[in-house]
């Protein structure tokens, strides 16, 4: 299991980001657990094969060591070194909030800025604002983001209270045995932990027993990575037999494992008892953050402890990126930078002109006075130079003009993403209602990109598809049975097990073949019904289900739950037991009447005991709740067990022998006292029985060779009633056909072929199984060297994989299962909406050409009237080929229909459209060579891509084709791990919380629930945000500019000294208090169109792909505007007051207000819908401003002392308030109704539409719908 | 034996516990539907626009040309050179010059010395002062902004500090019509708010002018700061570096073609910076001064819009079209783009 491998042998600091590689999907269960490997060393497959490999090549030295000394945290950690298992998520504490945050703060490089200008106006000689003013801006977005931190600290803090406090049973060290609830922040490494079930595990402990005789325990890791399956861990045999010393401290057990580090899926450490060494692995150590689940109990020894564990090593942030819109801003604040420099040279050349002209008048003229006479002696007074005066007013004019580059613009985008996530968050339109799962901002910095996106990438299964596997059809030896129907609601025709008074059904309902079900009822007498028992046993028995029981309001009906790690083996096993198969375990209550239940007491812990003695003697025991039964042979077993009182130790002491015993007498004939465990999946090999009907019959599954990618197949061998034993093997049709045997029923292979190709072009996985029966002679040799294989020290998963080839040939086929993998609902019409806004949508899916093909036209991506181009390609010539021909084949299309273009007017979408359909294996030989180029050149010409067969790195790979070549902006939508690298390759990445987990949630920008959410998305959301934040940008540039300029033209009346006339505070204020809401506001909730409009016409999400609200032109524009805006602002002003007494101060107050208004009537203007928070903003934020400068001129200590009282009584304060107005708005008025009106554009148009235009009775614009017309895939008919 | 189970119903979903709904609850607020009005520039509402403010602002500039029409200003330059000339103190600085009223000036007539080239409004000058020590006597030695004028060459503080006070405008005028003198007043000419909170009635003038270099007036040491009206004046420094001050008021009226003798003492020293001294009678009208530059703004801006809005009906008559027609969004139109 290349999974296994690659978790063993890579490096174990690997970090989560790169997570283990899902075999992907092809058609079974990549199964960690494997069956029938030695019971002394609990069986993980190549996985703990792997680990142990590892361990003992890589002899873990003592220095690099932890180690634990199990029971006895004192030795263990003697210096109290290591660390509790108090666990800090928060990041601050009381005394470090302060340092930490700001320096958090600080790396942001925009504030490093302003903190060097602030320090700058710290000098004397160059304090322009008072140190107060000039640090205020600064400080107050310091405070904003640090308030903001502090509340998340403090619920973090909060959180990890409540964790902390929370209590476990520990050990008592003192010896005597008993385990005594302790906090968990008190838990320290080498105690001795019992965890019981359905508990959280308090830290990263190694097993050493658990509540199932075999070492069993099942956790629930959905914390740690979000799969909700259950994973198996083990203890070990020799911590089992010997727990009792261990607790009571006679035996010295140590662990030396490995020190820290975040590697999830691997572990490495060897356990020393008794002075023999055992190597752990994965599989035995079970983590923080999980649940123990259908285990009564598990005692385990702690190793790492609170932020050593490994959850919290992994507990890292999303990764941050940066928006388009964002790096464009950067461009612009670049421009402006060289506007500033440009600017201050200007003012500092012109002053050390205006100084050396004035040379001479300098000394005497009464405002400059450059001597000071006071001293007596002429020193200079605050003059040191001419160099040194521009260097001077350089600086100052920096200091002056800074808010060139707007500081507040950093914080109003935080806030207006943060609204608009609010916004996203709480659209119920996002919510989904089977998941009960909303949208998910996980990163915050990208919202605008999605309003940008123009090539979609996604995956298929889970993301296109539910990923709820249904089992639709199957062909037995040729023939095909699709005729299901579906189950009756009341479910008379469902097979149930009772057990006693109650009834345990599937979970899950499967459509049944009436015929197929006669036919099965017939079973015995007919050749055709025993092949059809054969093909269920097949399903039912070949593959790695945990069944579990749940419970329902009624407590007669039980609900049989088939837990698994693939999808497609839950819909088989499901199937088999629809048709009467019932796969392990709890068919024992079918097993007779004669059942009683015995509750027995072991170590504190309640079993509850179905036992039931057979016609043959045999006794049946069937734990409950954790659905492990045991069976002993007579009754004798039984009776030794309860009259010891100690049943558990007894158990695991004579296990090795019992499946020994059974080995050999594979038939089971009562050997003795036998305690036998079934464990459910894969511990002893008489583990499993089965019902058929009618009647019931036991099989005992001998062995299990579990999934490998090389094989593309699973086999299991079985012992049956009639003594028989037999192979039953499933796999990829690719794979099982090559292992048939050829000679006999040809046809009926021929058949099925026919059939799975059916299957497969609506859309079905196909399985193929095959079966052989094993002569004595072959089960006796494959048994040897079964043996031998499963107990080899030194590369054993290649030696299984051997065994496994050697007996999986010379097949008899039994016939072949197609399961529909659901398209997820809305699924066509999202990928409708998608490409009619541009978006280009490539499927890359790991399934077979035929499913993806099927799938493609089941979700209308591709139409019947495309032309295909298909490249499948072994080796690097031929893909060369392909590619070639493939660019010859579009350039003609592109060039027919560009001539049909410019024939046939009026139809210009007249384009041939084209269809690329490539595999993986093409893909090896194309990806990073530079056949790219050629891949790149034809795919971009296709309408779309279906990528098949692909691995996740090739997902990447695909990303990053396009993401190298173009500036277009990418999304990546998946739901599994096998996404993962894709969604962090692409620009935007969106995980769906679905069945498969959340590694591709943890790894993406955004998660939701469904894949037609994207269309409310990007062309809703992501519309909205892009048009908001890019009317932002602009706007904070154009607000700040025109202030700027104001007080340039100023700085050229005042000898350019940089004096300025509005006061220092309304400068400081003007960018944080007087307009920074109503940008914020705007930005938050302001609409062009209405969500209506905008899915309506999916094609206005062009204006975010073609940049059109935020580009160069605009910018420039924007400029040029804000420069004749501060024309008008100063000039007016300066004319109309030029001949008059007015002072400094006034002048400045009536600046600042013509200022503060006019940029706020500039916003208004360019408000698309006023509701009463808009009018509540702006109108407010004017009189803030007014109420701020009339505070700020009634401070006696102000030079503008009482200012605004004596301006605001002049008439012509008012008339020239009012013409700055006019004047400045004038060109943007006109150029706004000119450009509304006469320069079409599909958002005007819409808006105007919104309003005037009457939206029912309009269809014009609908794009006819594909004619595919099989839209459910489901069936054959 | 074939159990079949006579359950139910398929109740899938009860086994598993009822969870919490995360369904975001609907309000108009998050769902972002709140109710709202849309705007748009239609063409009947910019040529509205602009008709509007065409109709609004040519009377406004009129009315403001009119009001400014009648404020009189009788400018007078005053030119004299040669620094020494100024700087001693001993010779005459004694001129006259003789006015003509233009026309008819009602009392009261506002007579304003006029500097060009000084720049009040340098930050080395605005900067030098200190309001503390101006409010009160408690904060006579809170001269931190004002060096050089900070303290005398013995250390004692001067009362007003720094450059502004210092360099004290010291031209006087005084006014005859046929020699017989009229009156000027020189009271109420600073701001209430200024005398009353800013300069303090216990701060008396100290040290002030004694230094190597006189810059301007001296002070009477026994009058408080705030009965120091040309101070006052002064210390609103000037936001443009050509600047008015109120001198004083003429409470009578004029006469057109009077002759109005001005004898003017000649002390401020404005050749040190090349800078032109003016003295200016004018009355006021309801917009402040004589002005011309509001109203032809007005008219211009007026007259700009209302020929916008011709231009706007024009082309709305020339390239007419509906709003709000589906037909001309892009992938409705043409390929060719004609609509």
Redesign the interface.
């Known amino acids: 299991m290349a999974d296994g491998e690659r978790t063993a042998f890579g490096d174990l600091l690997r970090p989560i980001a790169d997570p283990p590689v899902r075999p992907d999907l092809i058609s079974l269960s990549a199964s960690a657990t494997a069956a029938a490997s030695a019971a002394v060393d609990p069986p993980h497959g190549s996985r703990s094969e792997a680990d142990r490999l590892g361990a003992s090549l890589k002899e873990l030295a003592d220095a690099d060591a932890r180690i634990v000394f199990v029971g006895d945290p004192g030795r263990t950690d003697p210096g109290l070194a290591l660390p509790g298992n108090a666990v800090r998520t928060a990041k601050y504490s009381f005394l470090t909030f302060i340092p930490r945050n700001l320096f958090e703060q600080f790396r942001r490089l925009a504030y490093v800025y302003f903190l060097a200008i602030a320090v700058l106006n710290q000098l004397p000689q160059l304090a322009v604002f008072g140190r107060g003013a000039s640090v205020l801006p600064l400080a107050f977005v310091l405070l904003v983001t640090a308030v903001k931190d502090a509340y998340e600290d403090w619920r973090r803090h909060r959180s990890d209270l409540v964790e902390n406090g929370r209590a476990a049973p520990v050990l008592d060290p003192a010896g005597s045995g008993q385990f005594r609830p302790r906090r968990w922040k008190d838990l320290r490494v080498g105690e001795v932990i019992k965890v019981l079930a359905d508990e959280s595990i308090p830290c990263d402990m190694v097993l050493l027993a658990t509540s199932d005789p075999t070492g069993v325990a099942y956790v629930q890791t959905i914390n740690l990575d979000g799969e909700s399956n259950l994973k198996t861990r083990y203890a070990k045999q020799e911590t089992m037999s010997r727990l009792p010393s261990i607790t009571a401290g006679s035996v010295t057990t140590l662990i030396r494992c490995e020190t820290p580090n975040r590697n999830i899926y691997g572990f490495h450490a060897n356990l020393e008892v008794d002075g023999k060494r055992v190597s752990l692995g994965a599989s035995n150590i079970i983590l923080r953050g999980c649940e123990l689940k259908n285990t009564a109990w598990a005692i385990g020894v702690a190793v790492y402890t609170g932020n050593e564990t490994k959850v919290m090593l992994n507990s890292s942030g999303a990764t941050s990126k940066r928006s388009r819109l964002e790096t464009h801003m950067n461009r612009e604040t670049l421009l402006l930078s060289a506007i500033l420099i440009t600017l201050c040279s200007a003012v500092s050349i012109c002053n050390g002109i205006w100084l050396a002209i004035?040379r001479d008048?300098?000394?005497?003229?009464?405002?400059?006075?450059k001597?000071?006479?006071?001293?007596?002696d002429e020193k200079y007074?605050?003059y040191y130079g001419i160099a040194m005066q521009v260097f001077f007013i350089f600086l100052m004019a920096v200091i002056v003009f800074q808010i060139m580059i707007p500081i507040s613009l950093y914080i109003s985008m935080e806030l207006v993403r943060l609204g608009q996530a609010?916004?996203m968050?709480?659209?119920?339109n996002l919510?989904d209602?089977s998941s009960?799962?909303?949208f998910q901002c996980r990163a915050l910095n990208i919202n605008e990109d999605l309003g940008q996106i123009r090539y979609v990438f996604s995956d298929k299964t889970g993301t296109l598809t539910e990923n709820k596997m249904v089992f639709q059809c199957a062909s037995i030896r040729g023939i095909d049975y699709s005729e299901g129907k579906d189950?009756s609601?009341?479910?008379?025709?469902?097979?149930?097990?009772?057990v006693g008074d109650q009834?345990w059904?599937p979970?899950?309902?499967v459509k049944t073949d009436p015929k197929l079900v006669r036919l099965l009822r017939s079973e015995g007498e007919t050749q055709e019904g025993k092949h059809a028992r054969d093909f269920f046993l097949a399903l039912a028995a070949c593959n790695t289900i945990v069944p579990l029981i749940?419970?329902?309001?009624?407590p007669k009906?039980k609900?049989i739950?088939y837990q698994g790690e693939s999808p497609d083996e839950q819909a088989l096993v499901y199937a088999a037991a629809a048709y009467?198969i019932h796969s392990p375990l709890i068919v024992l209550g079918?097993l007779g009447g004669r059942c009683c239940q015995i509750k027995i007491k072991i170590r504190r812990a309640k079993y509850t005991y179905i036992c039931r003695i057979t016609d043959r003697g045999d006794c049946v025991l069937c734990m409950l709740g954790c659905a492990l039964p045991c069976q002993c042979s007579t009754s004798h077993g039984i009776g030794f067990a309860f009259k010891t009182q100690d049943f558990w130790p007894f158990l695991s002491h004579s296990y090795c022998l019992c499946y020994r015993l059974q080995l050999l007498s594979s038939t089971l004939t009562a050997s003795g006292f036998i305690a036998c465990c079934m464990s459910t999946l894969t511990h002893i090999y008489g583990r499993n029985i089965f019902t058929c009907?009618?009647?019931?019959c036991r099989f005992n599954v001998l062995g299990l060779h579990e999934f490998d990618s090389d094989r593309k197949r699973m086999s299991v061998i079985i012992g049956c009633p009639d003594r028989t034993v037999r192979l039953f093997v499933k796999g990829a049709d690719s794979s099982m056909f090559g292992v048939l045997e050829k000679s006999i029923d040809l046809d009926i292979i021929r058949a099925t072929e026919t059939n799975l190709h059916a299957y497969s072009s609506v859309g079905l996985r196909t399985l193929v199984v095959g079966m052989r029966e094993l002569s004595r002679n072959d089960f006796e040799e494959w048994q040897s060297t079964y043996e031998k294989a499963s107990t080899a020290l030194y590369g054993r998963g290649s030696l299984l994989r051997a065994v496994a080839s050697s007996v999986e040939n010379n097949l008899q086929i039994l016939g072949a299962s197609g399961i529909e993998d659901k398209l997820q609902q809305g699924v066509p019409e999202a990928i409708e909406s998608l490409r009619q806004a541009g978006i280009r949508v490539w499927v890359l899916t790991g399934d077979k050409q035929e499913t993806a093909i099927s799938i493609g036209y089941s979700c209308k991506l591709l139409t019947s009237e495309m032309t295909h181009i298909v490249i499948n390609s072994n080796s690097e010539a031929s893909c060369r080929k392909s590619l070639e021909d493939a660019i010859a084949i579009s350039s003609k299309f592109v060039t027919i229909s560009s001539r049909a273009?410019n024939t046939i007017?009026?139809s210009?979408s007249a384009r041939v459209p084209l269809a690329l359909i490539i595999d993986g294996t093409s893909l090896v030989h194309i990806l990073e060579t530079e056949l790219e180029e050629k891949l790149f050149k034809i795919a971009t010409v296709c309408d779309v891509v279906l990528c098949c067969r692909v691995a996740p790195l090739q997902k990447a790979g695909i990303v990053a084709l396009i993401k190298k070549r173009t500036e277009d902006m990418t999304l990546a939508i998946g739901d599994g791990a096998n996404d993962v690298s894709m969604i962090q390759m692409a620009d935007v990445g969106i995980g769906i919380s679905g069945q498969e987990g959340r590694q591709a949630v943890m790894a993406s920008d955004f998660a939701m629930g469904q894949f037609r959410f994207l269309v409310p998305l990007l062309l809703v959301h992501g519309h909205w945000n892009y048009q908001r934040i890019a009317y932002m940008i602009l706007y904070n540039f154009y607000r700040n500019a025109v202030f700027v300029f104001i007080m340039f033209w100023y700085v050229l009346?005042?000898?350019y000294?940089?004096?300025t006339?509005i006061t220092e505070w309304s400068s400081v204020l003007y960018s944080v208090l007087y307009s920074a809401l109503p940008t914020v506001v705007v930005g938050i909730?302001d609409?062009d169109l209405s969500?209506r409009t905008l899915l309506e016409?999916p094609?206005l999400y062009g204006n975010g792909q073609r940049e059109e609200s935020y580009n160069l032109k605009l910018f420039i524009l924007t400029m040029m505007d804000a420069i004749w805006q501060s024309l008008v602002v100063f000039f007016?002003p300066?004319?109309?007051?030029?001949?008059?007494?007015?002072?400094?101060?006034?002048?400045?107050d009536l600046w600042t207000l013509a200022v503060v208004t006019l940029v706020n009537i500039h916003l208004a203007m360019d408000?698309?819908?006023?509701?009463?928070?808009?009018h509540l903003s702006i109108w407010g934020s004017i009189a803030v401003a007014v109420m701020c400068v009339i505070l700020i001129d009634s401070m006696?200590?102000?030079?503008g002392?009482?200012a605004i009282?004596?301006i605001m009584k002049?008439?012509?304060f008012w008339?020239?308030l009012?013409?700055i107005f006019?004047?400045g708005m004038?060109p943007r008025?006109?150029m706004?109704?000119?450009a509304?009106?006469?320069m079409?554009n599909?958002i005007q148009?819409?808006?105007?539409?919104?309003?005037?235009?009457n939206f029912n009775d309009?269809t014009?614009?609908e794009i006819s719908m594909s004619t595919f017309s099989q839209t459910h895939p489901g069936f054959i008919r | 034996m074939n159990p079949r189970g006579d359950s139910t119903s398929g109740s899938d979903g009860a086994a598993e516990p009822k969870r919490k709904s995360k369904k975001p609850r609907y309000s108009r607020f998050t769902q972002q539907e709140l109710p709202a009005c849309k705007p748009l520039l239609t063409p009947a509402i910019v040529v509205t626009t602009f008709a509007f403010i065409g109709i609004i602002f040519i009377p406004i500039g009129l009315l403001s040309l009119s009001a400014s029409g009648q404020a009189n200003c009788i400018p007078e330059q005053l030119q004299n050179d040669k620094v020494a000339f100024i700087q001693s103190s001993t010779t005459n600085k004694t001129c006259s010059r003789t006015l003509t009223v233009p026309k008819n000036m009602e009392g009261p007539v506002h007579i304003y010395y006029e500097l060009d080239n000084f720049y009040q409004n340098h930050r080395r000058y605005v900067k030098s002062r200190s309001d503390k020590q101006l409010r009160s006597k408690a904060s006579e030695t809170e001269t931190t902004n004002c060096a050089p004028e900070a303290t005398t060459s013995d250390g004692s503080v001067i009362v007003p500090c720094g450059l502004i006070a210092w360099s004290l405008f010291n031209d006087t005028y005084s006014f005859a019509v046929n020699s017989k003198i009229i009156e000027v007043n020189k009271k109420n000419i600073a701001w209430l708010s200024d005398k009353e909170h800013k300069f303090g009635s216990d701060v008396y003038p100290k040290n002030f002018q004694m230094g190597g270099l006189i810059g301007g007036a001296k002070l009477n040491a026994s009058i408080p700061l705030s009965e120091q009206e040309d101070l006052i004046v002064w210390m609103r420094t000037a936001a443009l570096p050509r600047f008015r001050k109120l001198y004083g008021r003429i409470e009578t009226d004029l006469a057109a073609n009077e002759q109005i003798t001005v004898t003017i003492q000649n002390n401020y020293n404005t050749y040190s910076f090349e800078g032109k001294k003016n003295l200016v009678l004018s009355t006021t009208s309801w917009i402040g001064g004589k002005n011309d530059f509001l109203g032809t703004a007005y008219l211009t801006v007026g007259s700009l819009c209302l020929f916008l809005a011709m231009g706007f009906i024009i082309l709305y008559l020339l390239k007419p079209r509906t709003l709000g027609d589906p037909s001309y969004l892009s992938w409705n139109r043409n390929p060719d783009g004609h609509y």
């Not at chain 1, 006696?1196 to 030079?1199: A, D, E, I, K, T």
């Open positions: 004035h008048e300098l000394e005497l003229s009464q405002y400059f006075r001597r000071d006479y006071s001293g007596g007074y605050n609010y916004f968050i709480r659209d119920k919510y209602e009960n799962s909303r189950p609601p009341n479910g008379s025709d469902v097979y149930c097990v009772v009834f059904r979970k899950m309902l749940v419970g329902t309001p009624d009906q609900l739950d009467g079918i009907t009618p009647g019931i273009q007017t009026g210009g009346y005042t000898a000294t940089l004096t006339a909730l609409k969500r016409y094609k007016i300066y004319m109309a007051y030029r001949d008059t007494t007015v002072d400094g101060s006034s002048l400045g408000v698309f819908r006023w509701n009463w928070i808009t006696w200590f102000l030079p002392y009482w009282y004596h002049t008439g012509l008339l020239c009012l013409g006019a004047a004038i008025f006109t706004k109704a000119l509304e009106y006469f079409l599909d148009i819409s808006r105007e539409l919104e309003k005037f235009g309009f014009g614009t």
